[in-house]
């Protein structure tokens, strides 16, 4: 059969090179057209699991609570104290100029919220209007202690506990389309993996997700535009202040500018790279041209594949131009090796018949070699992370369009062309190979040896594999993210963001009148084991009233909404315990607007306060405990009824909208974690935190919730594992397949994945050794260095069978193939370890770690197949059959 699909190659392609020069000369002008719509993203998607439920709860949970973008300007004087009048004017000054940014809805600091301490108010004063630190009169002195010492409100968030940093919060416009777009897209796709997608549906679905792939992408560079902007204006005040910007959008902003220079610095690096070492290698000017003529058409395919299926690049493909020319190179050195040593046997031969006999030789070796790098791949489209499933099927199509455009294009090329010189002259690649030859012929017992101990070693690092990482890692230490993640995560109460979810126990079911009221007994139980202690309610827990027990409660009205309406009825005189009856009406089903309850909440605060992980913690309970520090004690019922009249709407929007449902049955305890600290495990943190809230405050499970970015972030990470052994399951398997058949022997498949595998363990277990973590890009490594490091070992063996039969020596087979297939072995092992090591001048870590660590991998598989695997063969002595 392969016979059969040579000849009718030959017939097809070289016969009319010409021909297929043309078809790729129109496949490329098509494909640069399109590379048009080649489009980045850096999106906070882009980094949480496929189908997570726990995204779809912190969806609705933003929604409820206000879930707009927003970005952090971090603000501390140069030789001045923060609570002095000129720096707060200059303070004053940047604020008002970032209010002028396009699509700024709002920026809030320090100057804008109410001095509660400074002097001390009543909380019915506030009802009037409040002080600011913009106030003439203001003492200063008073107010540093206010924000540093005596407020909770406002400590470790609005100032640091030095009293010299300060934070401006910049809230985004909320832009409703954007919204719209992704519920749809949200709501198609679910039924989509339910399986209850109509046709209708499916084509509503492609529209909804290219129109909201293009409205992300104009958001996107907008967004852009608004970071520089934000910068320019930071600028012109950097020589009073310090300043560090902070927040997703800056984020996703830097991330793109990242992806960007990445792709420009890896694609130019590797081809001048790729330049140099081939002219380097082979010194003549079509050796340079005809296979950078492949490996540009082949980036220039893809990418405008990508361009036309709308397929963006993430931080975590935006390697894939350089991984393309390193492999594509790979095929075309294979090739151009295997030309020139059948020139250098028979000079005088035509140059139809070089090229058609390099084809016959390297069609089948390449041909499995693509396919087992495929596999590496395409193994990743089956983890859970949608970046790494991308990235997954970029790969995989990208390597079948390589192998077809070398053996298109290589041909095409060089068949009108005469074949000039014959290559002779001193060969010290190939005296370096044969000397491996030599060490592996008088040291194969310590080789073996030598591997069985990596191996163990190996092994011992993988069981110390972990996939705890801090987010702040994987940017350098010079970059703005780092450098204001950290000055949040020291000066500002931490930056990643943990919301827990507290909602009331279900209302117990309505009692006929065989069965006695809830309201026939003594006061209810609270749900803490306490009797409640609500002044007005009559024999209810005044939470969950049936008709009855309406009818007898005087206060009892159809509003239920517990903040947006007048306290103040129109007959109350002033009353002040008639508006306290008023908001009790209003908030008589807040399950936990009482004294008692928010008691319970400021314990579950002071709990999460004490975890060294955790920074600032906010809820409604720590509203209350300022208003408890200005009543001087704790509030009554008709106290906190007063207080809930007395808050402004502005101060209401702040203090307890974010933190309690409008039917006051469900509570938001904000909590943010510091991601810089070095024993932070989010894992066990979450359980921890779930653990002791179940144990310690009678909770039930159906109550307790924890979702924000850490959440969806540590979901992410701990599939990482069940990546990893997925991945690696279906590449072994996968490859060993492809093996069985091409070489059709269960020996020979087997040595021949021991270079890959030892590879691959050695670089895990160096990970583990020296304690870093698997991460997005790390993950990546086993499979596609099994891939490709399976390659040279597929060209050995396939030599090793052609060469075998001259003499039915395996020592001697062992030097003629290192003196011939050996020597293309070395330069694509040594283009393609050079290619990933350019990866190291990334500004993401995870892609210098994923070169430097393939790079190793590369390195470890070269050796492996020029030692060990010859080692195995001679040692073995399989019967070869390809």
Not at 32 to 49: I, N, T
Not at 406 to 429: E, M, N, Y
């Amino acid at each position: 059969m392969t016979h059969r699909l040579f000849l009718s190659y030959c017939r097809v392609v070289l016969r009319h090179p010409l021909f297929w020069l043309l078809i790729v000369a129109l496949l490329s002008a098509t494909a640069a057209w399109q590379a048009r719509h080649f489009k980045l993203d850096a999106s906070a998607d882009s980094l949480v699991l496929e189908n997570d439920q726990a995204l779809q709860y912190y969806r609705g949970i933003a929604k409820r609570y206000g879930g707009s973008d927003f970005l952090v300007v971090t603000y501390t004087p140069k030789d001045r104290p923060l609570f002095q009048r000129d720096t707060l004017e200059h303070l004053s000054r940047l604020q008002d100029s970032l209010k002028k940014v396009d699509r700024v809805a709002s920026v809030y600091s320090m100057l804008d919220v109410p001095l509660l301490f400074s002097p001390q108010v009543e909380f019915t004063d506030l009802a009037s209007g409040y002080r600011t630190l913009l106030e003439p009169d203001t003492d200063l002195a008073l107010a540093k202690q206010e924000f540093t010492e005596e407020n909770p409100l406002y400590q470790d968030l609005l100032v640091s506990r030095d009293g010299n940093t300060t934070a401006l919060l910049l809230t985004l416009e909320d832009d409703q389309h954007y919204r719209d777009l992704l519920a749809q897209r949200t709501e198609l796709r679910e039924k989509r993996r339910e399986g209850t997608l109509s046709a209708e549906e499916e084509e509503r679905l492609d529209t909804v997700s290219r129109e909201f792939s293009d409205y992300s992408s104009q958001l996107q560079a907008e967004s852009t535009q608004r970071i520089e902007q934000v910068r320019g204006i930071m600028d012109q005040y950097r020589d009073q202040a310090g300043l560090f910007l902070g927040g997703v959008p800056m984020i996703a902003s830097d991330m793109v500018s990242f992806i960007r220079a990445d792709l420009e610095i890896f694609g130019i690096g590797v081809l001048v790279f790729l330049i140099l070492a081939l002219f380097l290698i082979f010194r003549r000017p079509r050796w340079v041209v005809v296979p950078l003529v492949c490996c540009g058409l082949t980036v220039l395919i893809v990418t405008g594949w990508l361009g036309f299926m709308d397929w963006k690049v993430t931080v975590i493909s935006s390697n894939y131009i350089s991984l393309l020319l390193i492999i594509t190179m790979s095929i075309a050195i294979h090739l151009t090796v295997r030309y020139r040593e059948l020139h250098e046997e028979n000079p005088s031969a035509t140059q139809a018949w070089l090229v058609r006999e390099t084809a016959a030789h390297m069609m089948r070796p390449c041909v499995y070699m693509i396919l087992t790098t495929m596999v590496g791949f395409s193994s990743l489209v089956i983890s859970d992370i949608r970046p790494v499933i991308d990235f997954g099927w970029m790969m995989t199509i990208g390597l079948a369009v390589a192998l077809v455009v070398c053996f298109l294009a290589f041909p095409a090329l060089l068949l009108p062309l005469q074949p000039g010189t014959a290559p002779g002259g001193s060969d010290l690649t190939r005296k370096l190979t044969l000397g491996f030859a030599t060490i592996t012929e008088k040291s194969r017992l310590p080789l073996l040896l030598t591997a069985l101990v990596i191996i163990a070693q190996a092994v011992w690092g993988m069981s110390r594999l972990t996939v705890e990482n801090r987010f702040i890692d994987y940017f350098q230490k010079d970059t703005e993210i780092h450098q204001g993640m950290l000055q949040i995560d020291r000066k500002l109460g931490g930056t990643t963001p943990l919301d827990i979810i507290i909602d009331a126990p279900p209302r117990p079911e309505p009692k006929t009148q065989n069965n006695q009221t809830a309201s026939s007994g003594p006061a209810s139980d609270d749900g803490f084991g306490a009797v409640d202690e609500d002044p007005f309610a009559a024999g209810d827990d005044g939470f969950g009233t049936d008709g009855a027990n309406q009818a007898g409660d005087p206060f009892a009205d159809d509003n239920t909404d517990s903040f947006s309406a007048d306290p103040f009825g129109a007959d109350d005189g002033g009353d002040p315990f008639k508006q306290a009856a008023a908001g009790e009406r209003r908030l008589r089903d807040a399950y936990w607007y009482t004294p008692h309850r928010l008691g319970q909440l400021i314990e579950i605060e002071e709990y999460l306060k004490s975890l060294p992980e955790t920074g600032k913690v906010l809820s409604i309970a720590t509203t209350y405990q300022v208003a408890e520090k200005l009543n001087g004690g704790p509030l009554s019922y008709m106290q906190l009824m007063l207080l809930a009249s007395f808050i402004p709407d502005d101060l209401r929007s702040q203090l307890v909208n974010p933190y309690m449902s409008e039917d006051g049955r469900q509570v938001r305890i904000s909590v943010r974690v510091i991601d810089s600290d070095k024993n932070l495990n989010r894992d066990d943190l979450l359980k921890k935190i779930r653990g002791d809230l179940l144990e310690k405050f009678d909770l039930q499970p159906e109550q307790v919730h924890l979702t924000g970015a850490m959440v969806l972030y540590n979901n992410m990470l701990q599939s990482l594992f069940d990546s990893q052994i997925k991945t690696l399951g279906y590449v072994f398997v996968a490859i060993m397949v492809m093996l069985l058949i091409l070489f059709r022997s269960l020996p020979v498949a087997l040595i021949s994945m021991v270079p890959s595998l030892v590879s691959a363990a050695l670089v895990l277990g160096l990970m583990g050794w020296i304690g870093l973590p698997l991460d997005l890009m790390t993950i990546t490594i086993t499979a596609i260095t099994i891939g490709i490091a399976v390659d040279d070992t597929i060209h050995y063996i396939h030599r090793f069978h052609e060469e075998l039969p001259k003499d039915n020596d395996y020592v001697a087979t062992m030097y003629r193939c290192h003196g011939s297939i050996g020597k293309a072995m070395y330069y694509t092992s040594l283009v393609i370890i050079a290619g990933f090591s350019i990866l190291a001048i990334s500004n993401f870590n995870p892609t210098v770690y994923f070169g430097l660590l393939t790079g190793l991998a590369m390195l470890v598989a070269l050796l492996s197949n020029l030692t060990l695997l010859p080692a195995l063969l001679i040692s073995v002595k399989p019967k070869l059959r390809v």
